[in-house]
């Protein structure tokens, strides 16, 4: 790496191993967790609403606009409502094991970023890898 001026290679686990020196497994379980098992450690309930949250925004995006009356009141399709029954019903094994991935990945792209931007204040290569990665962060 020294050819290429690369100054430091990392992993995205090295991050997360030093994240966990500032925080008890207690405190927050999400980041002590395999990533495998990260999905364990969410509400099934919260992690359904949000994606139903998150689907009913973008449904409403691509659906015509809402009518606004000149009093401000709207008329239009509301949120879909989720009970305990069906959300848990929504989200299987296999989505929790997502959803645990990608929460524990934006807790690890968060320190990264900091740290990124620390070799970038002292003009240094990094190379960073690791399951966490995202291009959404490139």
Same mark, same amino acid.
């Given at each position: ?7 430091? &290679? /990392? ?15 207690? +405190? ?66 296999? +989505?929790?094991? /997502?959803?645990?991935?990608?929460? +524990?990945?934006?807790?690890? /792209? ?5 740290? /990124? ?10 190379? &960073? ?10």
């Amino acid at each position: 790496g020294s050819r290429l001026g690369i100054t430091t &290679v /990392i992993s995205t686990d090295s991050i997360r191993h030093m994240m966990r020196s500032f925080v008890d497994e207690k +405190q927050n379980p999400l980041l002590w967790a395999s990533t495998y098992h990260a999905g364990e450690f969410l509400d099934p309930v919260a992690v359904a609403k949000a994606k139903a949250k998150r689907k009913a925004k973008k449904l409403a995006g691509k659906s015509a606009a809402v009518k606004v009356d000149e009093d401000g009141s709207s008329h239009g399709k509301s949120e879909p409502r989720l009970d305990s029954a069906s959300t848990l019903e929504a989200i299987g094994t296999k +989505q929790m094991a /997502i959803e645990g991935f990608k929460a +524990q990945s934006e807790m690890v /792209i968060d320190s990264l970023d900091r740290l /990124i931007t620390a070799w970038e204040e002292r003009n240094e290569s990094v190379v &960073v890898e690791g399951v966490h990665l995202s291009l959404n962060f490139v």
